[in-house]
């Protein structure tokens, strides 16, 4: 049986040392992570195997993503002008997010490749949306580096932010046929700076709204609804129905004139549909302990109520230490009361 809503008495506690990498398979950093419906955790990261999937003790059950991990590297430039190392032969060129769906199927986000990939449980691809080739800048066509996908279990229908090159959110229909989209540039109601993710509750759209630092649920239809404040909210995924509805928000932290001030993001804010918070987790300052958070990418629970956090820690972080160095980026936080 699923565990109740989380309330204000419910206790969250950090899971040391979570998962069991094996030796000779890095992950960089865990871009994103999802849940399938017996709590097998997908972890979709820019290491040399795209894809790890786990079982709830963290033990890694399969992996795939890349037939060639042991290859080593080559440079890129990513999309904010930085020299990057990136492995060989991997099939995705920027794993950014991964959804798994009603019929446990795997939806996987490639931001630079401008690509959302179908997949069953093994990587065997279903369906694609995205020719491969970006959109006009913020010309709202898609796709100019997507960020998140949602799925609707009655319809099929298919939610995407987009995104980094766009402010908008686009429907399709189970088929991949597109449908409508809205959103604009800006900070009024219903406009974007930057959708990051989006997640489905009830008859309800909501996406982190990241760089107008909000939360904001729209009808399926685009109909603006409501809005309430998130710290650079990143990251939502939902459980529960009706008035048991809870949201899970990740937020990111403070631009670096205030790095090192604390209760500023690297928090998980649970809310109700209301926007409510009904409580929250995470140090007060980041760090690699397991009651912290480096940078916050995506979130996930499982049947139990524990939740899954992904990290883009390597990127914001990592990358400008002497020496650069890959940094806890997957953590696990069990509920432990409530």
């Known amino acids: 049986m699923p565990v109740g809503p989380a309330t204000g008495d419910t206790v969250y506690e950090p899971v040391p040392l979570w998962a069991k990498i094996p030796h000779g398979i890095w992950l960089r950093e865990?871009?994103?992570?999802?849940?399938?419906?017996?709590?097998r955790v997908y972890v979709f990261n820019r290491g040399n195997m795209p894809v790890l999937v786990f079982d709830p003790d963290g033990n890694v059950v399969d992996m795939w993503g890349?037939?060639?991990?042991?290859?080593?590297?080559?440079?890129?430039?990513?999309?904010?002008?930085?020299?990057?190392p990136r492995w060989r032969g991997c099939r995705f060129t920027r794993?950014?997010?991964?959804?798994?769906?009603?019929?446990?199927?795997?939806?996987?986000?490639?931001?630079?490749g401008n690509t959302i990939t179908k997949t069953d449980r093994a990587g065997t691809t279903l369906l694609t949306l995205g020719t491969g080739e970006p959109s006009g800048f913020q010309s709202g066509e898609p796709f100019n580096r997507p960020t998140d996908v949602a799925v609707c279990p009655r319809t099929g229908d298919v939610f995407v932010s987009d995104g980094?090159?766009?402010?908008?959110?686009?429907?399709?229909?189970?088929?991949?046929?597109?449908?409508?989209?809205w959103g604009t540039p800006g900070t009024d109601p219903?406009?974007?700076s930057l959708p990051h993710a989006l997640a489905l509750a009830g008859d309800a759209v909501v996406v982190c709204d990241r760089e107008n630092?909000?939360?904001?649920v729209f009808s399926r239809d685009g109909g603006f609804r409501t809005t309430w404040h998130a710290h650079k909210a990143v990251a939502v995924c939902t459980t529960g129905t009706g008035p048991d509805t809870r949201l899970y928000v990740a937020e990111q932290g403070p631009p670096p004139v205030q790095h090192g001030v604390p209760g500023i993001g690297h928090k998980i804010r649970v809310f109700d549909t209301a926007g409510h918070e009904v409580t929250r987790f995470g140090a007060d300052l980041p760090g690699e302990s397991p009651d912290s958070f480096n940078w916050l990418h995506s979130i996930a629970v499982d049947s139990t109520g524990d939740v899954y956090a992904a990290e883009v820690s390597y990127v914001e972080v990592g990358r400008s230490l002497t020496p650069p160095?890959?940094?806890?980026?997957?953590r696990k936080w069990h509920r432990a009361a409530g």
């Open 95 to 112: 794993p950014h997010a991964v959804t798994v769906d009603h019929e446990d199927h795997l939806w996987l986000v490639d931001d630079v």
């Open 66 to 84: 890349n037939d060639t991990p042991y290859l080593g590297t080559e440079l890129y430039e990513d999309p904010y002008g930085n020299t990057q």
């Open 190 to 192: 219903g406009s974007f």
């Open 30 to 39: 865990a871009t994103s992570v999802a849940v399938d419906s017996a709590d």
């Open 213 to 216: 630092h909000r939360v904001q």
């Open 325 to 330: 160095r890959e940094l806890v980026s997957l």
């Open 164 to 181: 980094y090159g766009n402010s908008r959110v686009h429907r399709y229909d189970a088929a991949g046929r597109h449908l409508a989209s």
